[in-house]
Nanobody
Framework: QVQLVESGGGLVQPGGSLRLSCAASGSMFRIYAMGWYRQAPGKQRELVATITSDGSTNYADSVKGRFIISRNDAKNMVYLQMNSLKSEDTAVYYC????????WGQGTQVTVSS
């Protein structure tokens, strides 16, 4: 079993920055990829960014050049640095771990508004 806890969400003005954190615990040795997804009201959950155990990253086109995903395996942490935030980035952001099965965190709200 793997447990994921997100933090770092909040209210930020357009153009601002936030850093999300995902703390993982449990049987991490079978996890080969971690990722961030988001779900806006009335929309489906969508990929934001993923990072594999060897450090390879993948980003949604909508966040390329603005968001950076990183991981600290010694601390079992995954981060999402979000810069130049836009109103359309408003959503609940979820952390996901991929192994034999998928694990999800409870989500953290990010609101971009003036």
């Amino acid at each position: 079993q793997v447990q994921l806890v997100e933090s770092g969400g909040g209210l930020v003005q357009p153009g601002g920055s936030l850093r999300l954190s995902c703390a993982a615990s449990g049987s991490m040795f079978r996890i080969y990829a971690m990722g961030w997804y988001r779900q806006a009201p009335g929309k489906q959950r969508e990929l934001v960014a993923t990072i594999t155990s060897d450090g390879s990253t993948n980003y949604a086109d909508s966040v390329k050049g603005r968001f950076i995903i990183s991981r600290n395996d010694a601390k079992n942490m995954v981060y999402l640095q979000m810069n130049s935030l836009k109103s359309e980035d408003t959503a609940v952001y979820y952390c996901k771990a991929e192994g034999v099965r998928l694990y999800w965190g409870q989500g953290t709200q990010v609101t971009v508004s003036s």
